[in-house]
């Protein structure tokens, strides 16, 4: 009687837990599509500004002068969007303020390399041959590594990384499902760290800098602002990955009977050709002597990519300003080499037709971003967000909280908004406007900012059915577990979110109790 009291207790907490999931999509799923969501603050902002304007909304601080780029203290006026001179605003800027809208100039360009990597099948080699040569002790940090460093390629580890997971670890008698979950859990639980700048950076740092010039024009983000603590990052989220898949994943997934062979369709996805093996050495010699002609242009002193008047690596020099295109370049050239080599390009019509199929893949992005650059500017024409900045800033101020707590709140925030939205760009592109200035009011730099955005927005995209990507996660698993469903995923994952974040926090309040910097230049604090 009592086993089947607590069968029936484990039961009804089951089917409570379900609800919740059930709820959570059900709203999700009520939310309109990104572009529609912005067209509809949009139109909010609109009639919010010529309401406040009504009013007489007016907030008195302190502010870089526009002119003369000197702090001074300022009355900030609401400026309606209705009147004669908002309507001419929204008419002759459209196009201006899409042209101009920061990130998508860089995503474009970081996309023409990236997409020919991926489409040539490059970036895929790279990750099955390095998966294939780790020794039977580092197959699952390596799985989770891979899979934090597959950022680089936007979405490619979900597609390519996450079913190979599951294969190795199964090649080796391991339960497939945990392999899944660790690839999993470093794609997309780890998305925003790695060793090296992926498209994510200069998305958000475009982002960021259209923010902060709400407080200070003279202000930019670099795309490499969070580059010091992404690289701790993923060592940190290795290492938790690895803990969390061997010690507390496994265990409860059980044990599985090895398969005497794999499918044929494993086979290949494991294993390179004896042609792609080849296209894969030339490739990356390719890729190495790129590196090497970058370094002479940067190691010596009067050197091609460093700064001609200061001598500089970092500030405003070639390299870092040119530092997308450079980056693109370094995927094109070798892609187009393995895909000569590999067969997979014939002529250069098939790598002109794989460049304008990475870019047909861009189009809900650069839709996306029209409404996103209208909105930003609205925000910032309106003066809504400097208001909102200066009253919050004193609000907070009035609080007494130190940047710790305030950081801590806004990762724990953004983790639970991420779970009803889960395009990092349209998020930060409506709470940046806010909260990045608010913070830089109280002295936190946007780079700080931005940095526990990026943690909240990571951890919780492993256990949100609205990720875009989650519903091909399940038939995946499904391949391995045919009773394998939403709940599957869901509860395997949840143990990765609870430790990323709170690993996350801690190594976030280290490095702000050290005053470490976030990346080349870029420091915790802001002070206009």
């Not at 009639?47 to 009013?55: E, G, L, P, R």
């Not at 407080?215 to 602002?225: E, K, L, M, N, R």
């Not at 008047?309 to 187009?336: Q, R, W, Y």
């Not at 839709?367 to 609205?378: K, P, T």
């Amino acid at each position: 009687m009592e086993k089947s009291k607590m069968k029936q207790e484990n039961q009804k907490k089951k089917n409570l837990f379900q609800k919740c999931l059930d709820g959570i999509e059900t709203v999700g799923n009520k939310l309109p599509h990104p572009v529609t969501l912005f067209g509809i603050f949009c139109l909010a902002i609109m009639v919010i500004s010529a309401i406040t304007q009504a009013i007489g909304l007016e907030s008195t601080g302190e502010l870089v002068n526009r002119s003369t780029n000197e702090l001074e203290l300022q009355t900030i006026k609401a400026v309606s969007l209705l009147s004669r001179d908002g309507i001419v605003y929204m008419l002759e800027n459209a196009v201006s303020n899409f042209v101009n809208f920061a990130p998508l100039g860089m995503v474009l360009v970081g996309m023409l390399g990236i997409g020919v990597a991926e489409g040539s099948g490059y970036i895929s080699a790279l990750l099955k041959k390095t998966v294939a040569i780790t020794p039977v002790q580092l197959v699952t940090p390596m799985v989770v590594f891979l899979g934090v460093m597959s950022n680089i390629a936007s979405d490619a580890g979900y597609v390519v990384l996450v079913p190979l997971g599951a294969l190795i670890f199964m090649s080796f008698g391991r339960h497939p499902l945990a392999g899944l979950a660790a690839g999993f859990a470093g794609v997309s639980g780890g998305f925003s760290a790695n060793l090296i700048m992926g498209t994510i950076d200069p998305m958000l740092a475009g982002i960021s800098t259209e923010a902060a010039k709400m407080i200070d024009p003279s202000y930019t983000v670099q795309p490499t602002g969070n580059m010091f603590f992404m690289i701790a990052s993923t060592f940190l989220i290795t290492f938790l990955g690895w803990f969390i898949t061997d010690k507390i994943v496994e265990p409860r997934l059980g044990k599985i009977e090895k398969k005497a062979s794999l499918s044929k369709e494993d086979d290949n996805l494991k294993n390179l050709s004896d042609k792609e093996k080849k296209a894969l050495k030339v490739a990356n010699a390719t890729l190495i002597g790129l590196i090497v002609i970058i370094a002479a242009c940067v190691i010596p002193e009067n050197g091609l990519l460093r700064n001609a008047e200061t001598k500089s690596i970092i500030d405003h020099s070639p390299l870092m300003n040119g530092f997308v295109p450079l980056m693109a370049i370094c995927f094109f050239i070798p892609a187009v080499v393995y895909g000569k080599i590999a067969g997979v390009f014939k002529s250069e019509k098939d790598v002109c037709a794989q460049l304008g199929s990475a870019m047909s893949s861009m189009g809900g992005y650069i839709a996306l971003s029209f409404v996103a650059a209208q909105f930003i500017n609205y925000f910032s024409y309106t003066n809504l967000g400097t208001i909102l900045a200066i009253e919050g800033a004193n609000f907070l101020e009035s609080m007494g909280l130190n940047a710790i707590t305030l950081m801590i709140a806004f990762v724990v925030f953004t983790g639970f908004i991420n779970l009803f939205m889960g395009s990092a760009s349209a998020k930060w592109a409506i709470m940046a406007p806010v909260f990045l200035p608010m913070f830089m009011k109280l002295g936190i730099s946007p780079e700080l900012t931005q940095v526990a955005y990026r943690i909240g927005d990571s951890t919780t995209n492993i256990i949100s059915p609205l990720m875009s990507y989650f519903a091909m996660i399940v038939v995946f698993a499904q391949r391995h577990d045919k009773k394998a469903g939403i709940g599957t995923i869901i509860s395997t994952m949840i143990p990765y979110t609870i430790f990323f974040l709170i690993g996350w926090i801690i190594l976030l309040g280290i490095w702000m109790v050290l005053g470490l910097p976030l990346g080349p230049d870029a420091f915790m604090t802001y002070s206009m």
